[in-house]
């Protein structure tokens, strides 16, 4: 399967500890979103990644939040200190360049993450 | 600025009768708008896309969907239901504006279906 992944499916933790998640995008994709669903909500968008350059971040992510994407490939997306009101799905996009597909996100299956 | 708003937070019907999940959009430009399934523990999968083609769109699994740019709504169809349609909805305007395409999400239906 070429799809989308993401790494962990579940993280736990306690309130203050620092998590780091990993997205995979498709292979020829250079376009890389993230975005974060709370629970009985749409998915909202946090940052977007064109190769390896950050080129929006969403108002929602805090200075606690940091995502890269260092050789245009995978992406990893780190919460520092973390809060309950972090707790949320992530889940992570990607799509290709041209003009008639970049519309197009194919998602992966999400890090649900609970901060205890 | 852009976006959508789905006009049921939870669709029930009966097996084999028709769907109709709402969504009205908001845009200062021609929109892209898309329709996405999430069923539970699993990521967000395409039905259908709206890219001023043509008006009636056809996705998997029997979906389609009618762009109305008098109305600004993009509902969702299927004539029969089948248990398996019982999953999450959501209907999608994509960000032209900036450039960057990201995704506005409505806040989602419920879609039940009863044996």
């Known amino acids: 399967d070429t799809g989308v992944s993401q790494d962990p499916r579940h993280k736990i933790t306690k309130r203050g500890q620092n998590v780091t998640f990993r997205c995979d995008p498709i292979?020829?994709?250079?376009?890389l979103y993230w975005y974060r669903q709370t629970l009985g909500q749409g998915p909202e968008f946090l940052t977007y990644?064109?190769?390896?350059?950050?080129?929006?971040k969403s108002r929602l992510l805090s200075d606690r939040f940091s995502a890269e994407r260092p050789k245009g490939s995978f992406s990893t997306l780190e919460i520092q200190r973390t809060e309950q009101g972090d707790s949320a799905m992530y889940l992570c996009?990607?799509?290709?360049?041209?003009?008639?597909?970049?519309?197009?996100?194919?998602f992966g299956p999400g890090t649900r993450l609970l901060v205890l | 600025a852009q976006s959508v708003t789905q006009l049921d937070s939870h669709v029930s019907v009966s097996e084999g009768t028709p769907v109709l999940l709402r969504c009205n959009y908001s845009?200062?430009?021609?929109?892209?708008l898309f329709w996405y399934v999430q069923h539970p523990n699993k990521g967000l999968q395409l039905l259908l896309k709206?890219?001023?083609?043509?008006?009636l769109v056809k996705g998997i699994n029997g979906f389609e969907a009618e762009f109305k740019k008098s109305e600004t709504s993009f509902h969702l169809t299927k004539p029969s239901a089948h248990m398996s349609d019982a999953a999450e909805y959501f209907c999608?305007?994509?960000?032209?504006?900036?450039?960057?395409?990201?995704?506005?999400f409505g806040t989602g239906t419920r879609l039940k279906v009863l044996a």
């Open positions: 292979s020829e994709h250079n376009r």
């Open positions: 999608v305007v994509s960000d032209r504006a900036s450039g960057t395409y990201k995704y506005i």
């Open positions: 996009a990607s799509s290709e360049q041209g003009v008639s597909a970049r519309e197009t996100q194919y």
């Open positions: 709206y890219t001023s083609a043509a008006t």
């Open positions: 990644f064109q190769n390896e350059a950050q080129l929006e």
């Open positions: 845009s200062s430009y021609s929109p892209s």
